[in-house]
């Protein structure tokens, strides 16, 4: 039975500065240490306090961590709600209902975000959702000491087979926490897992491959690819398992060429497009770097009619920016050297402290260096499953942009 506290709006205070409430009062979510002027350091870390402008007025509820930066992170704004399992129900339902229409009846889509952090009102957590299976990572203190609430509520509202935490991202660290193997949180949790994106089928390895096991924020962008793709040469850099190599093969590309560092991300893709009934044979699966790959192609003269460019994040913090941009733009220089003229190309980034016009730069500049023009097709972000706060633009990471290189 879910309990309130009878007097759940007594949590410690944390006050702000003078006329430090402005970023809160349109509806940020993070509240950094250097704006209180009392912070509550008796509160363990991830413990719930309120936060009250300099002249006493609630603004808001959420946890505190004295370790990091971000020192609150807020929950709720509302003064008679209080940080319970009621609460996390609440969220989670919402976050539910959100995903209905992904959830379709024909199943054509069996895997998606189901918590999207900030994006869903519940900071430091991710949840993805593979057929029956979830697979969730905690991110901060907060979140941490309600994992067991997080279990019960997620089990009931979904009715999952199972659930497995994927606690390993490097952040924890900053937030006092200890990175975790992968550990099962409730019921059973197969080594693979079978999934259909779009029509197409996947297997999914939740416990290791990258994040939660496969990178659903790509879904519409591969579905988007599918009309480029008839009758075309696709080149695929950063092809992880191979999903724009599929969606790509499986609209009559003549040829795709799939290039990742990782051997098994390789025989996965393989895999996937025997999953699929396309010949793996008919293809070209190639394990190496993708810059190495790409200057050798340039020197070769090998042209395609599509690239995609879908690379790891380049930059992790504000102070890796610059670096970043340098990657980006050779990145790009490099691709489009192997484009055919009059080809298209996806460029990708996850970097969040890179923006959209960042990359847009990017393509314009290298486009002039290689004296060529630039035809910009389609911009994608996020589909509805990864839902950002309006108000939290740095929250914005991914960047999907088409383009025709003349």
């Known amino acids: 039975m879910e309990k309130t506290p009878e007097k759940y709006w007594h949590y410690p205070t944390a006050s702000l500065k003078p006329h430090r409430e402005e970023q809160l009062l349109r509806g940020h979510l993070w509240i950094f240490s250097r704006a209180l002027q009392q912070p509550p350091h008796w509160i363990e870390p991830g413990g719930i306090a309120d936060i009250k402008s300099a002249t ?159 990178f659903l924020d790509q879904r519409n962008k591969r579905a988007a690819l599918r009309k480029y793709a008839p009758g075309k040469r696709i080149l695929n850099c950063f092809s992880y398992t191979g999903g ?30 025997a999953l699929n009934d396309l010949d793996p044979a008919h293809h070209e699966f190639l394990i190496a770097n993708v810059f190495d790959y790409l200057e050798s192609a340039v020197s ?38 192997v484009l055919r003229p009059g080809g298209v190309l996806l460029t990708c980034s996850c970097s969040g402290v890179v923006r959209m016009d960042d990359i847009l730069g990017v393509i314009s500049i290298e486009a002039q260096r290689l004296q060529r023009s630039v035809q910009l097709l389609e911009t994608y972000t996020y589909s509805l499953d990864h839902p950002i706060s309006l108000a939290m633009p740095e929250t914005s990471y991914l960047k999907a942009i088409f383009c025709r290189i003349c």
């Not at 997080?150 to 390993?168: D, K």
């Not at 380049?314 to 941009?325: G, V």
């Open 56 to 214: 006493g007025e609630f603004l808001a509820r959420g946890y505190y961590n004295p370790q990091t930066d971000i020192a609150i992170r807020i929950l709720t704004r509302d003064p008679e709600e209080a940080i319970d399992q009621t609460f996390l129900r609440k969220r989670i339902q919402q976050a539910t209902q959100l995903r209905q229409a992904l959830d379709d009846h024909t199943q054509t889509t069996t895997a998606y975000r189901l918590i999207n952090a900030e994006g869903d009102g519940l900071p430091g957590l991710v949840v993805d959702r593979y057929a029956d299976i979830l697979v969730a990572q905690i991110h901060t203190a907060g979140m941490e000491r309600m994992r067991e609430q997080i279990i019960e509520v997620l089990m009931q509202e979904t009715g999952a087979q199972g659930l497995l935490f994927r606690n390993e991202a490097p952040s924890r660290r900053r937030e006092g926490l200890a990175l975790e193997d992968p550990q099962i949180g409730a019921g059973t949790v197969p080594a693979q897992i079978a999934i259909r994106e779009n029509g197409v089928h996947f297997l999914v390895d939740p416990w290791q491959g990258q994040k939660t096991g496969f």
């Open 244 to 273: 724009f190599s599929i969606n790509a093969a499986l609209v009559g590309a003549t040829h795709v060429t799939s290039v990742d560092i990782s051997a098994p991300a390789i025989e996965a893709a393989r895999q996937h497009f």
């Open 300 to 337: 070769g003269g090998e042209l395609f009619d599509v690239v995609v460019l879908d690379p790891p994040a380049f930059a992790k913090s504000e102070s890796a920016r610059s670096q970043a941009l340098k990657a980006y733009r050779r990145l790009n220089l490099l691709g489009m050297q």
